[in-house]
């Protein structure tokens, strides 16, 4: 089963920006630590951003500034919003929902393709 719905990617200009959402199940989301990881070609996973439940953020040094990762409890959904993309954001991006302290799985999407190309 997926648990976890990634959206919004495509192809984008360098400079330009773009929004990912992730929808979760209400039992997960009210609990987890949401997360964004990618991975780009020839690469091993990494964390991009993550949030929790209080709204505590983490970012990746290389994203710091460009990206804000952001929750809407309503709605069930998390959020990563894109800004400045550089080529070298090129990558699948993958949402984590980490259940783990609750008793619950690590939770991951299928993936969302973001290329930065001019």
């Known amino acids: 089963q997926v648990q976890l719905v990634e959206s919004g990617g495509g192809l984008v200009q360098p400079g330009g920006s773009l929004r990912l959402s992730c929808a979760a199940p209400g039992n997960i989301f009210a609990v987890a630590f949401m997360g964004w990881y990618r991975q780009a070609p020839g690469k091993q996973r990494v964390l991009v951003a993550h949030?929790?439940?209080?709204?505590?953020?983490t970012y990746a040094d290389s994203v710091t500034g460009r990206f804000t990762i952001s929750r809407d409890n309503a709605k069930n959904t998390v959020y990563l919003q894109m800004n400045s993309l550089k080529p070298e954001d090129t990558a699948v991006y993958y949402c984590?929902?980490?259940?783990?302290?609750?008793?619950?799985?690590?939770?991951w999407g299928q993936g969302t393709q973001v290329t930065v190309s001019s």
């Open positions: 984590n929902a980490d259940g783990r302290h609750a008793g619950l799985p690590n939770y």
């Open positions: 949030i929790a439940s209080r709204g505590s953020t």
